[in-house]
């Protein structure tokens, strides 16, 4: 598809390991090759890579600038500042439920937004403010991965806390920390092999499901700016 001018939002949504990040800075660089001006912001709560520099898992890089993820209006000032004809977010579904508005306007004033991020968390449950924009989306990507049990398709994301399905209500764990061995681990697997515990100080819930999960608001596929 060539590259358009017009304003456009487009969402890249998957699971993890699904090659999100590849694909917005696929479509970041074609931009440039366009002679676009591009901006990309990311939620400053990802500590993979160090601050100036998106990078994704095939080690691709792309200079970003790091926004409060509970200020995502200030991605509105830098992009007047820089002055911006592309406005890149990646890991959007880590800022506040106010992305919406603020990528909303961007589209307003003639931008083009690509926002890419999980659309589900561990849970099974729609991550922040990610399907609000797909809802608003004028194209969404949806790319899926490879579940490590069975090499199915997979679009969810497993959450392991010491090697074990994570429950609804584990505490996070600080990635890097020494939190009694629990290291934290994201995967990805199809539905058959995505599994949630039963939440902690219930003994056993027979079958439970994505939707039987009690909502806890704020859970999430989260990391911490420590470490
Ligand atoms: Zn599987």
């Known amino acids: 598809m060539p590259f358009r001018a017009d ?7 998957g699971c993890m390991s699904s090659g999100k990040t590849d694909e917005l800075l696929r479509l970041l660089r074609r ?4 002679r676009r001006r591009v901006l990309l912001v990311r939620p400053a709560i990802d500590n993979r890579t160090p601050g100036e520099f998106a990078e994704s898992r095939s080690k691709a890089r792309y200079p970003s600038v790091l926004v409060n993820r509970e200020e995502p209006s200030g991605i509105l000032a830098l992009a007047r500042e820089r002055d911006a004809d592309l406005v890149g977010v990646e890991e959007a579904q880590f800022f ?7 990528v909303l306007a961007l589209r307003d004033s ?3 937004v690509i926002a890419s991020g999980l659309n589900l968390d561990f849970a099974g449950r729609p ?9 608003h989306a004028d194209q969404v990507t949806t790319l899926s991965a490879i579940c490590v049990v069975c090499g199915d398709v997979a679009t969810r994301t497993q959450r392991l806390v010491g090697g074990r399905p994570a429950a609804v209500d584990d505490p996070l ?6 939190d009694h061995g629990a290291m934290e681990t994201y995967e990805a697997r199809c539905l058959r092999h995505h599994e949630v515990a039963a939440p902690h100080g219930v003994t056993m819930v027979p079958g439970l499901g994505t939707g039987e999960v009690p909502s806890s608001p704020g859970v999430g596929v989260e990391r ?4």
């Open 110 to 112: 003639g931008r083009h």
């Open 127 to 135: 991550f922040g403010p990610m399907p609000l924009l797909m809802a």
């Open 224 to 227: 911490s700016q420590a470490g």
């Open 173 to 178: 764990v600080v990635i890097g920390g020494y």
């Open 7 to 13: 304003p456009w939002l487009h969402v890249i949504a």
């Open 31 to 34: 931009a440039e090759i366009a």
């Open 96 to 102: 506040d439920d106010q992305l919406v508005d603020v």
